[in-house]
């Protein structure tokens, strides 16, 4: 099955994580609001009055399903494609993650939008500052010290032991996105995540990850996403 | 089979949305937190090395499975007891519901802590106020337009049609909470919302939810929870 991926087409944001997953699965997918009518195509979707309109990108077509929610999105693709366990309890607990990695993903934001995601950044920098002190004095150690006990535990190359799922797909995102929006915290922080940076390598290099980072298909950050570079809040 | 939910156990918080399934469910569960040694129990199940520890509360205790992360518990709740759609598209579609139900909750939460979770209210009185000016004017219309505009798509009782599912419950919660929280700006915003008004209505007389809404079991709102009264956010 072709899948239509409807997301914003400037940015990386959440839209990301499934794009990771679909691309290293090598599904066949158009990533639709980047070229032609797609973008109106995706405001009529969420404005339907019938069927299951999504309350925001990113959301994916897949047949005649229309998938909201990038966790939910995952949950889904993950099923199909071997980026998830097979039993019941695997596939809740590789949700459970990602739904932690969901929570993470919100806290990054709040770090330049912290009085809302309808203000502008310049109009809030001063909150901004707080909050991203506060981002990496608590929250950054006990998210990322929690993966990373988590890979250490199982003593695998993932977070779940040997086999990739697409919460690892995530982590890298994570990794990625922190080194660009907070280079200098990041670097600072990075020696207390060894297995994370690992995680980071490993899957940066997977064949079909590494084209795809390669590809103009991946959206270079940017200061409209989720990870977004201002200096007055990184050191 | 019986249930040990494990949350905090002075506040309604994340884990009112679980407790309303079971609830509903007529599930029998034991709510650990809040007798004896169980909060205890709590903290050592987060710090375990082995298995899978959950990140924060709320989680479920289901013979063997540990499950964490709200919407993934009602995931698993609502393929059990009646609370979802049989079919795959229709178990998606509600858990996609209440990833939404998810994000707005978090939003009620940042409206008292915009500077992040782990400063007091009371070192965040401005910023907070400036947020949750921003939360009715921008927010609430937008979630609960949606959600509203579903019930009346459905022309149904519930938000999905016919048959209840477990993010109806949380819809109950979530009206229960603004009016709680904000109850003028609550008030004066409910002629917007009529459907989610009578859909509230209709889970409070639910027999189950009934007696449980008169029981002990149900801690009352108060201002440690996510929905908080704090006059200076109001109007």
Redesign the interface.
Known sequence: MRYQLYYWPNIQGRGEYVRLALEDAGASYDDEARHGTGMSAMMRMMDE??G?????PPFLKAG??V???T??IL??LGARHQLAPKTE?GR??V??LQ??V??LV??VH?SHH??????YYEDQRA?AK??SE??W???VPK?LG?FE??VR?NGGAYVTGRRISYVDLSLFQIVAGLRYAFPKRMQAFEPEIPRLVELHDRVAVRPNIKAYLASDRRIPFNEEGIFRRYKALDL
């Open positions: 009055k019938r299951t309109p999504p309350f925001a005649k399903l998938i909201g929610q966790a939910n949950l889904y309890a809740l607990w949700h459970q739904l932690t969901t929570d919100l806290e709040d912290p009085l809302g995601p309808t203000l909150p707080r909050r506060e981002f004095k608590e929250r998210y929690y006990r988590l535990a």
